[in-house]
């Protein structure tokens, strides 16, 4: 599947159409599993993250852990546009990714799933779940 089909399948919309930050806000925002909520957040940038990392390491890896490490590459990316920027080694966002994909698959583990609930609930859960995870990698950090 190329970018463009990529990204219509996930927001609904084509590439650069004035709807896609809504499609995306409400269909990840709103998604009633945290793993649905990461099929719908960013299409742009999970196309080539599940093309150039995900896929090659299930190739040779469990799919739960292709997933996670590719969480942990995706952090590690936005660490890197960081500490360009800063001039200063961090790794907050890697750990926070981490966490994020941790939460991904336990959720799927444990089939927690919320779509049920009203939109404002699926909202509120899948914020709070980013939030945590912020959270924790946040205190971690400050251990260092």
């Given amino acids: 599947m190329n970018l463009s089909d990529y990204v ?3 927001n609904g919309v084509p590439i650069g159409s004035s709807d896609s930050l809504r499609n995306m806000l409400n269909r990840s925002l709103g998604a009633g599993t945290f793993s649905e909520f990461w ?7 999970g196309y080539y993250m ?3 990392i995900f896929k090659p390491l299930k190739s040779i890896l469990p799919s739960s852990l292709s997933l996670v490490l590719t969480f942990v590459a995706c952090g590690f ?3 890197l546009a ?13 750990q926070w ?6 939460s991904v698959i336990l959720g799927k583990y444990t089939n927690i799933n919320y779509s049920k609930f009203p939109l404002i609930v699926r909202v509120v859960i899948n914020t709070t779940v980013i939030a945590g995870c912020f959270f924790i990698a946040h205190q971690t950090n400050n251990l260092w």
């Fill in 8 to 10: 219509i399948k996930r």
């Fill in 39 to 45: 099929q719908y957040w960013n299409p742009i940038w």
């Fill in 50 to 52: 599940g093309m150039y």
């Fill in 77 to 79: 990316i936005h660490d």
């Fill in 82 to 94: 960081v500490m360009l920027i800063k001039w200063k080694f961090s790794l907050l966002l890697t």
């Fill in 97 to 102: 990714f981490l966490l994020i994909g941790l």
